[in-house]
């Protein structure tokens, strides 16, 4: 039994030192043009998986019509499409440099097979360690859904919300700069 005991701490100290060695010798990639850690897309999927079961909402409070996807549309030009691009539009600069990289939400599948409460939670809360923001502090509740939903249904929007996410952002009037003489 002792023998047994002391094998499971020499073992448990052997893995602790190798873990520890690996992160302060600098062989862990740090920086987003690196490849990825050894199974750091499986755990890190796993782990987000198995706080999303237990969290995420599964009633919507918001009801799936145009209006509320008109609003959500709005909210993703104005908060997501940086990263998570638009339909017809290339890369942001932003979107390219970024680790994990984030997904097209608009394009192909996107997330409109994940139920509207998970992206819910994505969006309030935020992935850690990945680039994606928590907008809890940013957006109401309400809004929160209206994006969710919008993003749920993104392979069957109607026309209007289809216009709404390509027509260009309105131009400013150009800064008048008074002149010193
Ligand atoms: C600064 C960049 C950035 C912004 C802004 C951003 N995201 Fe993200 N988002 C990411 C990244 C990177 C990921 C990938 C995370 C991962 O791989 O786990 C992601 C992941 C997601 C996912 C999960 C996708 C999937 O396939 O499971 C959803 C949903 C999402 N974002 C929605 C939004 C919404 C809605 C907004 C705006 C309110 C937003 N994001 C704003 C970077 C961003």
Known sequence: MTKFLLGVVTGVALLSFAVAGYFLSGSAPVA???????????????????????EMPKTVPV??????YLAGAQIYK???????????????????GMFPKPPELLQGKGVTDDEPGETYWKVVHGIRLTGMPGFRGSLTDTQ????????AHADKLPDSVKAQ????????????????R
């Open 165 to 180: 996410l390509t027509s260009p952002p309105p131009q400013s009037p150009p800064a008048v700069i008074k002149g010193t």
């Open 144 to 151: 929160a859904w209206q994006v969710s939903l919008l993003l």
């Open 78 to 96: 104005d908060n997501c499409a940086v990263c998570h691009g638009l339909p017809g539009q290339p890369q942001t600069a932003i979107a390219r």
């Open 32 to 54: 987003t043009d690196a490849p990825p850690m050894p199974m750091e897309k499986y755990l890190a999927k796993k782990a987000l998986h198995a706080v999303l079961d237990r």
């Open 63 to 68: 009801s799936a019509d145009e209006p509320n």
